[in-house]
């Protein structure tokens, strides 16, 4: 995320671990180089996490393997270095690899400065962790796909869902249950956006469409009586191109949204943003391609509201 955030002009800085290793190096002088990385540690007797993704012919990841022993070493301590940092930003966007304790002690530190902290889960094995965290109600955004929305519901405590999705479901199965889920969820944080891949994103919160999607962090838990549930259907002029590797187009959408909403742009201008960094990435080799130009389709991303 950080690597497409950097190539979209968000300038992002970085807290992470890497090693003292040829990857590491690679990191830090080809994938990094738009990025700023002083909140690198690096790491001389652990390996730089790495993960191998196995792409079939229709450019769906078949399984893959990851080393990420190191990211436990993403500690407090580490982010504590650079609190200047995070008190300056705009927002700070933290995903599932790193220790329930670093967690816990961003979304303190982020609640106090008021500070919108968005979550990116990565794999329904870690979508839970945030919720040991003391703070996980003062979460602003959380990105889960709706197998990850179904752990972090459990882990939540808010609802346990026995059906874990298939190919087999029906669209509208799928827009409901996650709909149902999302909506139960943000009554006790900021917003969801739920990816559903070729049924687009649901964009759950309070507020209108054409509203800026950033807002103020959450102070306290609070239940909601406005929360609205739109459906983006994945725009024609993308669906239709080919896929080469959906490995990084999640990740893609995430930075194309977060880039528009750091420029105070609505969710629906935010949405195609998202659209079009993720179409990018689809018809890339790798997960973050090369560049990622600016939106080259109209932002006028088109939503059903299903819960008003």
């Known amino acids: 995320m950080a690597d497409a955030l950097g190539k979209l002009g968000a300038h992002p800085f970085l807290i992470s671990a890497v090693g003292n290793d040829q990857t590491g190096e690679y990191l830090l002088k080809n994938t990094l180089k738009h990025v700023e990385t002083r909140g690198l ?4 007797t652990f390996r730089t ?7 079939d012919k229709n450019g ?3 399984f893959g393997v990851g080393d990420m022993d190191i990211n436990d ?13 995070i008190r300056l930003s705009s927002l700070v966007v933290m995903d599932g690899n790193i220790p329930v304790e670093t967690m816990d002690y961003v979304l303190h530190t982020c609640k106090a400065s008021r500070i919108p902290v968005w ?9 839970g962790k945030v919720f040991q965290s003391r703070h996980w109600t003062t979460l ?24 874990q999705y298939h190919s087999a479901w029906e669209d509208d199965n799928i827009l409901n249950e996650a709909s149902f889920l999302a909506r139960n969820l943000v009554e006790h944080i900021g917003a969801a956006v739920v990816t559903l891949g070729k049924l687009g994103v649901l964009v759950v919160r309070e507020g209108e469409a054409d509203e800026p999607l950033l807002q103020a962090s959450r102070d306290t838990l609070c239940t909601r009586s406005s929360v609205c549930v739109r459906h983006y259907a994945v725009p024609f002029s993308i669906a239709e191109r080919r896929i080469v590797n959906v490995s990084g187009a999640g990740d893609c959408f995430a930075a194309g949204m977060l880039e528009a909403m750091l420029r105070g742009l609505p969710e629906t201008e935010c949405v195609s943003a998202g659209f079009c960094a993720a179409a990018w990435s689809l018809q890339s080799p790798s997960a973050v391609p090369e560049s990622i130009p600016h939106a080259n389709i109209p932002l006028c991303a088109e939503f059903t509201l299903i819960h008003s």
């Open 41 to 44: 540690a690096r790491l001389e």
């Open 49 to 55: 996490a790495c993960y191998s993704a196995i792409v």
């Open 60 to 62: 769906e990841c078949y």
């Open 73 to 85: 070493h993403i500690t407090p301590k580490l982010v504590e270095k650079f609190l200047e940092e």
């Open 119 to 127: 979550f990116e889960p990565t794999d329904v094995r870690k979508a």
């Open 140 to 163: 602003g955004y959380v990105s889960p796909n709706l197998n990850e929305l179904q752990v972090m519901s459990q882990a939540s405590g808010l609802f346990y869902s026995l059906s």
